[in-house]
């Protein structure tokens, strides 16, 4: 049943993006929603993908504790420090190690566990990976 799906599963959003407008995407009903809902699994996956891009491309963020700082702040209710560990651990680097360049496999990665810390599962598989590997480097 689609609704005992976690939200971002649901929305098709699975870094459970806030709406900022996103072409293709509105904003999920009701009193509380904030979050992005995609018309496709691919499409939420591919704002995913280009908003840590962002991160590092156009802020200069380029470390774990970096990007989930500014993903999952202490000042929406999250508990930022076990995301970045858990995070960090998936990659085997270190929460203040500077990532480098984000390779498809890097980004996948990153992706997977994201997907995986919002929504309590990663149904995704090598969709993701396929995602990633869109990108030009």
Do not use: C
Request: charged letters at 15%.
């Amino acid at each position: 049943m689609a609704s005992s799906l976690p939200r971002g599963i649901r929305n098709h959003n699975p870094g459970n993006l806030n709406y900022v407008g996103q072409a293709g995407a509105h904003k999920e009903p009701g009193v509380h929603g904030r979050f992005a809902v995609f018309p496709t699994a691919q499409d939420g996956l591919r704002a995913l993908r280009d908003q840590l891009l962002r991160y590092q491309q156009r802020d200069g963020i380029d470390t774990i504790d970096g990007i989930i700082a500014k993903w999952a702040p202490p000042s929406d209710d999250n508990n930022t420090n076990a995301y970045t560990q858990t995070v960090a651990s998936h990659l085997n680097v270190k929460p203040t190690a500077p990532l480098g360049p984000l390779t498809s496999d890097r980004l996948a990665a990153l992706m997977h566990a994201i997907i995986q810390v919002e929504n309590g599962q990663d149904p995704y598989g090598p969709l993701v990976n396929t995602i990633a590997q869109e990108t030009a480097f």
